[in-house]
Structures are given as structure tokens and as C-alpha cells.
């Protein structure tokens, strides 16, 4: 073999040295830090703290004391471990690089970036059996009530639509990511009730397909198709005679099918046609309205994510679900927690 491939191979096998265990700003996080701010926000400027975080002080204990048994950390002879509420600030920071993100809070990069991994799945894993349950007989009604009465639109279940997420260019990944748009993203497919809150969730989709494709392929869709998602049977219009069976609405990406309602397509429709497609579009609004609104609230998603494909997909999940928090009271949520714990 040539002796310079032999020796390239022998400087690769190195073993890296490390130029610090610990950096020495990093040592400095007790004494300086964007999160000591952030304390001092949350004691004497609850309205900064929510500017910051884009949640009340008390919306934020909320969330922290569901997940703050998974994030606590076992301190060590060598240093002690993040706390919990320290590792929630940092992954709901909307800076789009971890680098800045570390140099604000003074820790390592990979420190930073190990933390928004598990805290996002973290939350979602806790949070998700709570929030994003599967819907029962029940809430299917509830839902069917809150379309009926604020959006004039009878049995309906949800509205359903997805949300490119954008992301950097993933590395060989050719054009499965690349979008209709010109950018690079991942699927978000969901569903809301009339209340503006999640009811289903699915994300990591390829951004090359169509809001159809990802519905069709998603676990919401499969389990439509096959019928076995326990949706009520039809039910009577108001005022009228006829059953119709619950079906969700959505645009005129989405097929025709007995649980999903779109517009009628064209130009020219009759008096009819025009007052339902009006009708449709008003209930079938409250997902993009929704992804608008979480997009103001959560501002990472205004930009594109620097990270892979796989380790963005919780990033979403997980403040859905935190946004569906923040969508009722502090007191229900006590109780719900303390269901499930039963």
C-alpha cells in the first residue's frame, strides 16, 4: 500500500484530545448566563418572561411540573447536573443555530444540542398521552358540538391540513425533502378541534409530497381507510331527515370521501355550491389559523431548523403539545395529569 495512504490512515485513527473537559466560560454559568436573566424575569418581570418564552410564569410551571421528574439529572463528583427548568428554557429558545444559543447559556454544543433532543421528546412523550390522545365516542361529540355552533358546519370532526417544516438542506438527501416552495422541509399533518386545539399530530414526512400524500400514508389516514378509528355512527342533520356520517373537511388538496368533505371545484357554481364552499371554508380556516397562530407563539418555525431530518421531527411534536397547554385553564390540566397517573 502507498506509505502517504498508510500514513492519512494513521492520522485518522488518532484519538481526538480534547482541549478542555470543561471550557473555562462554561464555569462561569452561575456567575453569568442568559438563564439568570431569565430568572430574574420570571420573579420581577413576568411580562418579559412571556415576551421570552411566549408562556406565562405560571403556564410555564404547568408544563415543567409534568415533565420535571424525566428531566431531572443525577449530579456527579465532577459537576453537577442542568435542572430541569434549565434545559426547558433552553429548548424553548427560538434562535435558529445552537452555537448562539450555547454561547448565551454558557455550555458546550453538544451539551446544547443533547438537551433539545431529549427534552422535545421528553415532552412529547409525556405530554402527547394527555393533550393528543386519540379521540373517544365522546369527543367526537364535543367536537361535532363546537363546529355546529361557532362554524355552522354539522357533523364535523375536525379540520385537517399540513404545514411545511423548514429545515437545512440535509446532506445527500437529494430532492426528497425539497418542496413544491423551493425550500427544504419536513410534513406536519394535524388535525383541530373548533376550539383552535390539536387533536391528532404527525410529523416527518418527506417535503416532496403533497398534503394528500402525507394524509394518505400518516396513521390518521390508514386508520380512516380501514374504518377503525371509532368514529360515531351518522347522525341527523338539524332541521332535516337525512343521516349523514362525521367526516373531517379540508381543501382542495385532500380526495372525496365519505369521512372527508372539500369544496366544489370551478367556477361558476350555483347559489347552493357557493353558500356550503363558504361554509367549509370557514370551519376548514381553524388549522391554518392554527399553524399561523403556533407559528407566532413558537417563532422557530419561522425560519428554517438547522438540524437533520430525524431529530427535528420532535421539535414540532412537542410544542403542539405545549400549545395545546396553553389553550386551557392551569386547573384542568392538574386534572387530566392527575387521571393519568391513576
Known sequence: MDPVIILALIRRRKKRVHRYWVHPLNLLRGVWGEHLKIIEMYNKFPLKFRQYTRMTPAQFDTVLSIVKEDLQKQDTNY??????DFRLFVTLSDRRCLASISTSYSMGHTTVWRIVRETTQILWNRLSPIFVKAPTNEDYNLIEKGFRERWNFPNCIGAVDGKHIDIEAPYKSGSQYYNYKGRFSIGLMATCDADYRFTTVD?????????????SISALGTRLESGNLGIPGPKLLPESTKQLPFTFVGDEAFPLKCYMMRPYPGRGLTEVRRIFNYRLSRARRIIENLFGVMSKRFRIFRRPIVAQPQHVESIPASHSTIFC??????????????????
Open 325 to 342: 397547554v396553553l389553550k386551557i385553564s392551569r386547573r384542568r390540566v392538574q386534572i387530566l395529569t392527575a387521571l393519568l397517573d391513576l
Open 203 to 215: 410529523v416527518g414526512a418527506y417535503g416532496r409530497q403533497s398534503d394528500a400524500g402525507i394524509f
Open 79 to 84: 459537576r453537577t447536573s442542568i435542572p430541569p
